[in-house]
T-cell receptor, first 114, second 112 residues
Framework: DVKVTQSSRYLVKRTGEKVFLECVQD?????MFWYRQDPGLGLRLIYF???????EKGDIPEGYSVSREKKERFSLILESASTNQTSMYLC?????????????FGPGTRLTVL | DQQVKQNSPSLSVQEGRISILNCDYT??????FLWYKKYPAEGPTFLIS?????DKNEDGRFTVFLNKSAKHLSLHIVPSQPGDSAVYFC???????????FGGGTRLMVKP
């Protein structure tokens, strides 16, 4: 079974803090994704990576950066957290990019920025 | 502007009856569609998919129908069970590959 784990289930931070969200997958998947989920808006793609050290912006990259130094690990960074970044953050991975392959999701991190 | 829309935020169905969840899309380049199910405090899990070359795909109690001319797909669950209570997301992918565009989700409640 594919397993995608996220470092924290719940996180509370203050405005202006730097926040790191970590994601690890154990199936040697090429692609990894970060989404945020907000009520009524579904899942919106923040960034994705199709290889180590490679990254591409998704639909809402503003205020976020990412890092992928190892194939199994994909980090989302909020350089200076703001209250409008309070959300559920979901990491996903998939095997291939050039084919509509199933994405496997982690359990999510609920981030609250005060 | 949302390219994938689920216009019903919630749906309540009696156990044993059919649940029908709907999804509309606007981008004609989408050619692969998926449904994900999400329980509280868990990540979404893949449920069923359909390619644009088909108009129906069935997997047990779950059937997805695709109407390309109307840019509409639906998920049918028959019979519905209380364990099906979850949020269902419709997602679409274009020829460019694995990027998924998600709808806003529909919360299904199946009453015993």
């Amino acid at each position: 079974d594919v397993k995608v784990t996220q470092s924290s289930r719940y996180l509370v931070k203050r405005t202006g803090e730097k926040v790191f969200l970590e994601c690890v997958q154990d199936m040697d998947h090429e692609n990894m994704f970060w989404y945020r989920q907000d009520p009524g808006l579904g899942l919106r793609l923040i960034y994705f990576s199709y290889d180590v050290k490679m990254k591409e912006k998704g639909d809402i990259p503003e205020g976020y950066s990412v890092s992928r130094e190892k194939k199994e690990r994909f980090s989302l960074i909020l350089e200076s957290a703001s209250t409008n970044q309070t959300s559920m953050y979901l990491c996903a991975s998939s095997f291939r990019l050039a084919f509509a392959d199933t994405q496997y999701f982690g359990p999510g991190t609920r981030l609250t920025v005060l | 502007d949302q390219q994938v829309k689920q216009n019903s935020p919630s749906l309540s169905v009696q156990e044993g009856r059919i649940s029908i969840l709907n999804c509309d899309y606007t981008n004609s380049m989408f050619d692969y569609f998926l449904w994900y199910k999400k329980y509280p405090a868990e990540g979404p899990t893949f449920l069923i998919s359909i390619s644009s070359i088909k108009d129906k795909n069935e997997d047990g109690r779950f059937t997805v129908f695709l109407n390309k001319s109307a840019k509409h797909l639906s998920l049918h669950i028959v019979p519905s069970q209380p364990g099906d209570s979850a949020v269902y997301f419709c997602a679409a992918s274009g020829y460019a590959g694995n990027m998924l565009t998600f709808g806003g989700g529909t919360r299904l409640m199946v009453k015993p």
